[in-house]
């Protein structure tokens, strides 16, 4: 399927960089064994037999990657929107995450989430399981079928949680996800593992040791949470004493991101070999050498991160998933995505389900240029507000580029597309193609995608 | 049409009060003369034999006013979102309003508002039309033909527009209006003219005191802007010195609200007639007696106001329309809306298109709630945020007030409700009734609604 050679033709949107983005009409894109071959205004000689597919003026955007989200959560997603996010933990979302240990309620909930994600404005994800390796197993089985590329993990926590959503001990815990990283090991061609302490309440200084082992064995990446809420923020010095910050509780275990490997206090041999073996596809940097221990990170919200941690997390090259709806909704406050983007760190968006209640990347698009209005607005006018271009960026090169090269319609980036038909968003007037794909950002739900192309499979 | 008799049977839901609301299952509202007579588990014997629709377990809930929306804004909403207010008004929103001169773009244009506002689900709706008195007619005429209940405005503004988009001077202003007036007088059923003088920017004392003249003489209400942006804000008060604060630039002229002749500045004798004979049907409250000046008055925004001004609108039952979506969109900041409910003030929801994107009450809803949280994350904690049920009832009796007794489900109501199918919002597991509403707020599209009434009459 991958080894196909096809364009498609339509109005073409797709980022030049960070601040700007290309908007061309009655274009061609070319996609070659999987991979853009490029846009053009006319097709070039060697690609004029190629089938090509005419959409119209229909939009052809880049796929976009959701770079947090709990796929568990989603079935009680929109509901329960009156807590902070400890209480909010302990009364809805522990209790339900349980029930994921009964594998048939696991297949009901999870085929709803995979089938609305496959219809969603999501190609690519970083998605959170549960602590319950068969129900997670089921869940990747799942998004494989899907035709999605995704990162997926079996949650690890043996502390703080309730009894019936908790791993019996630290070496359970380690043992059950070497379990895991065993069973699916060749199992999946677009479907990859990802570490994934809940945060740091949930786990023990012995299960984050068990999994900076685990990470260098498998070369697998790592998810988690930062700095999202002050009360955990709180909790995390309690339970921490020896961390300078919050993120340094996480690199203290070699879980954030790549350093040299003196640097870390766990206690590995550095590591040359590619991010992770189940990644090897997913083309996630792999620039190491002898003495750096790789380890590409994934943080979810950064809301309330210090100016230390800020730096630990640019030198490292740690990813911050920006969820704006989720931050909203749990009322942890705004984060300074401005700075961040002025820094050249990594960010991309996530929908954080069910902090967030909606799977939609465009409304993640949206969420994320309103708050950053509020910020400007209400704390510091020093941090100017996001743009449409901006947060475009951030939700597809920006999260995609965690997978490789994903998020453009440069040559060499793994074709991952989307089609859009926005006539029903009715309007009296000419607008322009800038206008078009914005009033897509505010306006679209699913019924505006009428085809999903990832790593050039077509998906719908 | 309004001499029907019969019942909708289903999941009904309405307030009972500010913080609490009612879920009934397979429980009967019924209408009698396009008014509630009342719900139940059981249909009384006086109404056994009369028609009842069955919904199954399809929600029933009292329809939502929109109090602030702009008619011709809706085409370009989502669109031209990186300007404060000011610069907005000048950039986008002036130059588009001016086309509304050309009543063949008018129809074309208000054919796709009043279209989707009729399957929006809103019942209810204060409206800026534009200065243009045939374009208004027109709007009026369409939304007449929709079925909903609205209450449209001809825009007033003879200063600081643009070439296009002003009025020829003060008088020119007054006697437009007072001429469309006279055309509508008798034309509608259940639509209604609303003074609309834009913003005290655009309407010089002189135009404010030929309305205030009008106001009392046609009896009609009032809608303007108030407090929204803080360079508006520093303008109004250049513009006219001698006001205490913003909405005493209205109060000057009579034009803020309901309050004892000899207080009013604007020479009028005071009048025991109803608010407004166009408005008789509509309910507006009519407690008028000897000495009293009343003009019912809607101000959107009140972002910024201060204790005196708050104070005013209290004192003076002025409505505020909160418009959250907007006052992220334009970055003018987030009302302390939980100050008004706890003083007691009259507040409805707005979409305020195209200030905001969305036509969706249900979204404004969740727009006032999300707000409310980062307000009170990063503003003020002694503020707390505002719950599902309250921001319920500022979008049905909150602003359906302003029409009467509209909003509710208690006998005697004006019969406005929606009926909204959620199959679609798909869950694995049994939720409560309150839930479902909640995933609504969060959750719903157009594609929900699968019938509305107002006043008694079926719309769709």
Same mark, same amino acid.
């Given at each position: 399927m991958k080894k196909e050679l096809f364009a498609l033709k339509g109005t073409i949107c797709y980022s030049k960089n960070q601040r700007e983005m290309i908007f061309m009409e009655d274009s061609y894109v070319v996609c070659e064994n999987g991979v853009c071959a490029g846009v053009f205004s006319q097709l070039p000689e060697e690609y004029k037999d190629i089938p090509v597919e005419d959409m119209g003026n229909r939009l052809i955007i880049p796929g976009f990657t959701d770079?947090?989200?709990?796929?568990? *959560?989603?079935?009680?997603?929109?509901?329960?929107?009156?807590?902070?996010?400890?209480?909010?933990?302990?009364? $809805?979302? %522990?209790? *339900?995450?349980?029930?994921?240990?009964?594998?048939?309620?696991?297949?009901?909930?999870y085929s709803i989430f995979v089938d609305d994600l496959k219809h969603s404005f999501t190609t690519r994800a970083c998605i959170f399981a549960t602590l319950h390796r068969p129900a997670t197993e089921l869940l990747m089985d799942m998004l494989e079928e899907s035709g999605l590329a995704t990162m997926v993990g079996k949650v690890n926590m043996d502390r703080n949680g309730s009894p019936e959503l908790q791993e019996e001990s630290?070496?359970?815990?380690?043992?059950?996800?070497?379990?895991? @990283?065993?069973?699916?090991?060749? =199992?999946?061609?677009?479907?990859?593992? $990802?570490?994934?302490?809940? %945060?740091?309440?949930?786990?023990?200084?012995?299960?984050?040791?068990?999994?900076?082992?685990?990470?260098?064995?498998? /070369?697998?990446?790592?998810?988690? /949470?930062?700095?999202?809420? %002050?009360?955990?923020?709180?909790w995390v010095k309690e339970l921490c004493p020896t961390s300078r910050f919050y993120g340094d509780?996480?690199?203290?275990?070699? @879980? %954030?991101?790549?350093?040299?490997?003196?640097?870390?206090? +766990?206690? /590995?041999?550095?590591?040359?070999? +590619?991010?992770?073996?189940? !990644?090897?596809?997913?083309?996630?940097?792999?620039?190491?050498? !002898?003495?750096? !221990?790789?380890?590409?990170? $994934?943080?979810?919200?950064?809301?309330?991160?210090?100016?230390?941690? $800020?730096?630990?997390?640019?030198?490292?090259?740690?990813?911050?998933?920006?969820?704006?709806?989720?931050?909203?909704?749990? &009322?942890?406050?705004?984060?300074?995505?401005?700075?961040?983007?002025?820094?050249?760190?990594?960010?991309?968006?996530?929908?954080?389900? &069910?902090?967030?209640?909606?799977?939609?990347?465009?409304?993640?698009?949206?969420?994320?240029? *309103?708050?950053?209005?509020? =910020?400007?607005r209400l704390m510091d006018q020093s941090l100017a507000p996001v743009t449409l271009e901006e947060a475009f960026y951030m939700a597809t090169i920006g999260g995609g580029s965690f997978f490789g090269k994903v998020g453009s319609f440069e040559k060499g980036y793994e074709f991952d597309a989307m089609i859009l038909d926005d006539h029903n968003i009715r309007h009296p007037q000419e607008i322009s193609t800038r206008d078009r794909l914005e009033r897509l950002v505010y306006l679209s739900d699913d019924r505006n995608l009428v085809g999903k192309y990832v790593q050039g499979r077509k998906v719908i």
């Open positions: 770079l947090h989200l709990h796929a568990p *959560q989603y079935a009680y997603r929109g509901t329960g929107m009156d807590l902070e996010l400890l209480d909010w933990l302990n009364t $809805i979302t %522990f209790p *339900q995450e349980a029930r994921y240990a009964d594998l048939s309620y696991a297949k009901k909930a630290a070496k359970a815990s380690a043992a059950d996800t070497r379990q895991w @990283l065993e069973d699916i090991k060749g =199992r999946y061609d677009h479907t990859y593992p $990802i570490l994934t302490p809940r %945060f740091t309440p949930s786990c023990t200084d012995e299960l984050m040791a068990e999994l900076g082992k685990i990470q260098m064995e498998y /070369h697998v990446p790592v998810q988690s /949470h930062l700095s999202e809420n %002050f009360g955990e923020i709180a509780a996480y690199d203290m275990f070699g @879980l %954030f991101g790549t350093k040299p490997a003196s640097n870390t206090n +766990a206690a /590995h041999t550095a590591n040359n070999s +590619a991010a992770s073996t189940a !990644n090897t596809d997913s083309g996630i940097s792999n620039d190491s050498a !002898n003495g750096i !221990n790789i380890c590409p990170t $994934i943080m979810a919200h950064c809301v309330h991160s210090t100016d230390e941690e $800020i730096q630990m997390i640019k030198d490292q090259g740690v990813y911050i998933a920006h969820c704006p709806e989720s931050n909203t909704d749990i &009322a942890s406050g705004i984060a300074p995505v401005r700075r961040y983007l002025d820094m050249g760190l990594h960010v991309g968006l996530g929908t954080d389900v &069910a902090g967030g209640f909606s799977l939609s990347m465009f409304r993640a698009i949206a969420d994320t240029i *309103q708050v950053s209005k509020l =910020r400007w």
